[in-house]
């Protein structure tokens, strides 16, 4: 009796083993339920990290490029005040240039000949200008020389023109120089690398280097 009691104690403990087990299985799967949870919000916390670095990215780029907006604002502001401040200068000479030659005018009046009348012949050729004179004519002609490479460069930068049809245009049509103060100009402009001769096609034209555009700009 006592051996099959024991044996058979043995087998009521086997049989109670698969209810264990059983008992254990709902934690099994609410702990794979949250496992499965966590890996979702692991998930979407790197999906918003992400996020978030590509936003820092985006604002870093717009406040780089307010700043250089704000830089090139300011600079342009200074050469349009240098600009006013020669145009004040230029102003103010050919005022007093303008008074200069009005006083030489009264002066010829009331010379000792004045019943005579004056012609441009009997202008005294060798006359040297005065200092205002000499500044006007300096900056006119540096103005209108930078104005003429400019008008230049831009039809070089263009890539689609000729010597002869950039000659044409500012010779010819918008006559801003004559024929040899032009190629004096085009060689120049060749000199400081500022254009050159290409192709487009089978069409010979000038083109503008890296530093010519830089200028047209």
């Not at 966590?38 to 979407?44: E, R, S």
Request: charged share 35%.
């Amino acid at each position: 009796m006592g051996f099959l009691g024991l044996f058979g104690k043995s087998e009521n403990r086997k049989e109670e083993r698969p209810s264990a087990e059983l008992s254990l299985s709902p934690f099994a799967f609410i702990e794979g339920r949250v496992v499965s949870a966590f890996t979702k919000v692991k998930q979407d916390i790197t999906l918003l990290s992400s996020w978030l670095k590509y936003l820092r990215h985006k604002d870093l780029l717009n406040d780089q490029h307010h700043t250089r907006t704000q830089r090139e604002l300011g600079e342009h502001k200074i050469h349009i005040a240098q600009l006013k401040a020669e145009a004040a200068e230029l102003k103010t000479a050919i005022k007093e240039f303008r008074e200069e030659l009005k006083s030489g005018l009264s002066e010829a009046k009331t010379s000792s000949f004045p019943n005579l009348i004056r012609t441009k012949s009997e202008l005294n050729p060798n006359r040297k200008r005065t200092y205002f004179e000499n500044k006007i004519v300096t900056a006119i002609r540096s103005r209108r020389k930078d104005y003429i490479l400019k008008q230049m460069l831009e039809l070089a930068a263009r890539e689609s023109y000729s010597t002869r049809e950039i000659e044409e245009i500012i010779v010819g049509e918008k006559a801003l120089c004559g024929r040899t103060a032009f190629y004096d100009y085009l060689r120049e402009l060749k000199h400081k690398r500022m254009i050159r001769n290409g192709e487009k096609g089978s069409k010979k034209v000038v083109m503008a280097e890296k530093a010519g555009l830089e200028q047209v700009r």
